[in-house]
């Protein structure tokens, strides 16, 4: 890299630091009202024992809030819900001993990772459905345990990619970017796996609700409108309000190069990330810069990060 590019870079890092503004119900930005009401609920789980301190930061509760649009009530509903439901599901036992043995098998048919950042420091969260076969997906996996390891996956976004985002961008973040490639995809193989979609947004939803900032379905062919009228259903009207629905390349790829960087998307849809042994096992990005093997692309991309890293960023826990 040169030094001109480097400078630029450096700048451009510090410039995009300088001007981030919190986005509103978030730290930094509450109304008086939205203050009170972080108080109220903080207080209140305190008061009945259910508060766990590290885990249940400001961040973490007004995530909640927001999803309730900061009704004290519903929101603590809402939260105790989650809380039984953890412990329910062995959430804290699983994030110490799950392993994902199968993880290579089960990417051939149905890959889902993380995969870099996008331009606003978002984790950019990756699933291809075009090729699913469902047969061979439950012959090496269950619905069990891609449950698991979805979860594994949000507990390592709270506790690791969003802070390692954070740090690298120069400020809070906390959500993530979805691509949903749906190339190549059939309804039959859609209602076969719809088990698990509709398991996975029901966890999504009300146990990790706004995690997600932006979620592109690209490849869209045109019998998806009745595939998303199946999925729209089982999602509030927030959420639907931040799903963008592309078709081929020619549509989706400049929608998605305006919010990551081509270095950081991979070369299938777009971009010039080719990382050894595939994207979709690297697991490359700020969390873990080398990523699970060797690739020049992201190399390169880790550098121009780290020359974009302002001096003074803000981290957000989890």
Not at 297 to 318: N, V
Request: glycine share 8%; net charge neutral.
């Amino acid at each position: 890299m040169s030094a001109t590019v480097a400078a630029n870079t450096t700048m451009s890092g510090a410039a995009a630091a300088s001007t981030y503004s919190p986005p509103p119900g978030r730290l930094g930005n509450l109304t008086p009202a939205q203050a009170e009401a972080l108080a109220k609920f903080a207080g209140e789980l305190r008061a009945e024992g259910a508060f766990v301190e590290g885990r249940h930061d400001d961040a973490t509760l007004l995530r909640f809030l927001r999803a309730r649009k900061f009704d004290v009530p519903k929101t603590k509903e809402m939260f105790l819900a989650c809380e039984k439901w953890r412990k329910d599901f062995g959430v804290d036992e699983l994030v110490k001993s799950f392993e994902f043995s199968e993880r290579a098998e089960v990417d051939k048919y149905y890959p889902q990772y993380y995969h870099n950042m996008d331009k606003s420091g978002r984790p950019i969260y990756i699933e291809r459905i075009g090729n699913l076969n469902v047969k061979a997906l439950y012959a090496c996996t269950s619905l069990e345990r891609l449950l698991q390891q979805l979860v594994v996956e949000y507990e390592s976004f709270l506790t690791m990619r969003i802070p390692a985002c954070s740090a690298t961008i120069g400020h809070p973040v906390e959500t993530s970017l979805t691509i949903l490639d749906l190339g190549g995809v059939s309804l039959s193989n859609f209602i076969r796996v719809k088990d698990y979609i509709a398991a996975a947004t029901h966890i999504g939803q009300n146990y990790y609700p706004e995690c997600m900032g932006a979620f592109y379905i690209i490849n869209a062919p045109w019998a998806f409108t009745a595939v998303w009228a199946a999925i729209k259903p089982w999602l509030d009207e927030v959420t639907v309000k931040k799903v963008h629905i592309l078709g081929g390349p020619s549509a989706y790829k400049p929608e998605l190069l305006a919010q990551i960087d081509k270095e950081a998307l991979p070369k299938q849809f777009g971009g010039a990330c080719e990382c050894v042994g595939g994207c979709s096992l690297s697991d490359v990005g700020p969390w873990n810069p080398a990523g699970c093997k060797g690739s020049p692309t992201a190399s390169a991309l880790m550098e121009k990060m780290a020359l974009e890293q302002p001096a003074h960023g803000q981290i957000i826990s989890a």
